[in-house]
Nanobody, 126 residues
Framework: VQLQASGGGSVQAGGSLRLSCTAS????????VAWFRQAPGKERETVAA????????HYGDSMKGRSTISRDDAMNTVDLRMNSLKPEDTAVYYC????????????????????WGQGTLVTVSS
């Protein structure tokens, strides 16, 4: 499977963006999926993760309360909606997937994911 992250762009502080993760080669509905981000000179951090069933969600501290992860298996996408964006949210955002052993398995950190998209750049200006 190949993952594709899209929806990044430039936005002013306080604005919103919706990022989408799509899959080719295999249905994304088979995967637990997460969004990560990495800013220049900083470590990669978890933004949000969702399990295969969609019933389990984890938010990283960086955007907790300002982001919403959701999946639409019919559309084969996992979306990340971000609002109240700040300049410190500027980063490359990646989606990643993992085939879980059980539908309810939720993976919060990047070490568990073995399939990665190419990233989409989000730039927030003040």
């Amino acid at each position: 499977v190949q993952l594709q992250a899209s929806g990044g762009g430039s936005v002013q502080a306080g604005g919103s963006l919706r990022l989408s993760c799509t899959a080719s080669g295999r249905s994304l509905s088979s995967y637990a999926v997460a969004w990560f981000r990495q800013a220049p000179g900083k470590e990669r951090e978890t933004v949000a993760a969702i399990n295969k069933s969609g019933g389990g969600i984890h938010y990283g501290d960086s955007m907790k309360g300002r982001s919403t992860i959701s999946r639409d298996d019919a559309m084969n996408t996992v979306d990340l909606r971000m609002n109240s964006l700040k300049p410190e949210d500027t980063a490359v955002y990646y989606c990643a997937g993992r085939l879980p052993a059980h539908n309810d398995e939720l993976f919060a950190t990047s070490k568990f994911y073995d399939t990665w998209g190419q990233g989409t750049l989000v730039t927030v200006s003040s």
